[in-house]
Every structure is written in C-alpha cells, then in structure tokens.
C-alpha cells in the first residue's frame, strides 16, 4: 500500500511541530499505523525521508517499542496485564480464557468472521495500574479490576460492534482511531468517562488532609526544598507511617 498524499502532509504536519523534526517520530510512527494498521516499509521509508534519518534509524526505533506492530493488529487491541500483580490477582487466568475463548496465542488475531471485528490479543507489561489489578487494557484504555467472565464480555462486546467504555477513560474506539489520537490528533474524546479513580488518589487525599503540597521552583531553592522543608516532610512522612501501623495494629486487635 502506497501513504495517501493527505497521510504524507500530516506526516510533515507532526515533524513540523518539534524544534527538532526527529523528535516527531514516535508520533508520525503512531500515524502510520493509524493507516496502515502495523509499520509498513513505506511508512518506514516515508519517516526517514521527511525527517532526513535512514530508514535503518527509523526502523530501530519501531523494533525496540513494544506499541509498534509489524504485524497488522486488528479492530482491536486487547492487551491483559501479565506483570506479577495483575498475574497473581488473576491475570494469567484472565489471558488463558482468552486464548481458549478467541482461539488465538500472544500478538495473534482472530479471524475475520462475517459480522464480527478482529481482535488482537497480547500479554502485556505493568501498566501502573496496579491499584486495580488484574487490569486490562483495550486499545490501551484502562479496564479495571477484571476477571475471566468480565474479560470474555469485553471481547465480545468489541467483536459485536457493541458500546464499551473504559472503567477510567472514554469509550473505546477502534485501534486505529486509537492510533490517530496517539499521533496527536485529538478525537475530543479526552474528558469522556471517568479518569482517575478513587485507588489511585489516596496518596493525593493524604496530602491534602495534612496540607502537604509539591515545591514550587520560584519559592522554594535548589532541588525545590529547602533543607528545613525537607526535615519537616520527612517528619510527616515519618508521623504518618506511625499512624497507619498503630490503626493497622488496632484493627488487627
Ligand atoms: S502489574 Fe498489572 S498494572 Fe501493574
């Protein structure tokens, strides 16, 4: 397949945006597949001559990221957190029903079946996400808190065409609309649905209950603390670790 002349432009378009164009090639990268569906040899070669880099250059970037497929991905991607976490919470049961219920193996997709999207199935690494493991990830949008069952109706939800909204995120769109976005161009879906959930602002709701607050550069010197404010965090941090042990204690009396 041959880029579109209106692919080229925004190829150009995403270069032009960084002081130094070479800087734009994850994102160009992420356009190319939006079109092509993985990184093609044209899409390489196309990189490379508006950024003035060999396509070796190029290349070596699309083989070492784990986001950029050399095989064509399907209408979707479903990614299931296999890191230690999300394995013992129930990951790795999570990724064997899917296998056996899709009848695909890792970075495999199904096949085309009248009435029903592909999907491209693959274990993935720690999404830091782990505060809601096992989680899933759908054209790498957040799916919380999984099981077998829950998994096995996402799929096929997204194989029926049906609406799926991400537990933290928008609703899901397909991988390659998911691809245009990465490429920097907004489908004004970014406020859509939730975005962090409670698990994750514990820690913030801590800081704020005790009034701690990020150094700021222009009144704080140095690294952003000063020797004094640095005691005083350590302090806190020390009063409230003591704290959670004594409920901690108390709750297991
Ligand atoms: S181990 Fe799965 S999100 Fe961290």
């Known amino acids: 397949m041959t880029l579109s002349e209106e692919t080229l432009v925004e190829l150009k378009e995403i270069a032009a945006r960084y002081p130094e164009p070479r800087s734009g090639l994850l994102p160009m990268l992420h356009l190319v597949q939006s079109v092509e569906g993985r990184i093609t040899p044209e899409g390489i070669e196309a990189c490379a001559e508006i950024l003035g880099i060999t396509a070796a250059d190029v290349s070596g970037v699309a083989t070492f990221y784990t986001m950029y497929k050399r095989r064509p991905v399907g209408d979707y991607h479903v990614g299931v957190c296999?890191?230690?976490l999300c394995a013992v919470m129930g990951g790795d049961a999570i990724f064997e029903r899917l296998?056996?219920?899709l009848g695909v193996g890792n970075d495999e997709t199904t096949d085309d079946a009248p009435g029903l999207r592909s999907i491209t199935l693959e274990h993935v690494e720690c999404n830091?996400?782990?505060d809601y493991a096992p989680v899933m990830m759908a054209?790498?949008?957040f799916m919380d808190n999984m099981t077998p069952e829950s998994a096995v109706q996402l799929v096929d939800d997204l194989?029926?065409?049906n609406e799926?909204?991400?537990t933290r995120g928008p609703r899901i769109v397909t991988w390659r609309e998911a691809e245009r976005v990465l490429a920097g161009f907004p489908d004004d879906l970014a406020d859509d649905g939730p975005a962090a959930g409670p698990a994750s602002l514990v820690g913030l709701g801590i800081?704020?209950?005790r009034g701690w607050t990020a150094?700021?550069?222009e009144t704080d010197s140095g690294s952003g603390r000063t020797a004094d404010t640095k005691q005083e965090a350590v302090e806190q941090a020390d009063t409230a670790r003591a704290e959670t042990e004594t409920k901690q204690e108390d709750s297991d009396a």
Do not use: I, K, L, M
């Open 99 to 101: 296998q056996d219920h």
């Open 139 to 141: 054209n790498w949008e």
């Open 164 to 166: 799926v909204r991400s």
């Open 128 to 130: 830091a996400a782990c």
């Open 207 to 209: 800081a704020r209950e």
């Open 82 to 84: 296999t890191n230690t």
């Open 159 to 161: 194989r029926a065409g």
């Open 215 to 217: 150094p700021h550069p």
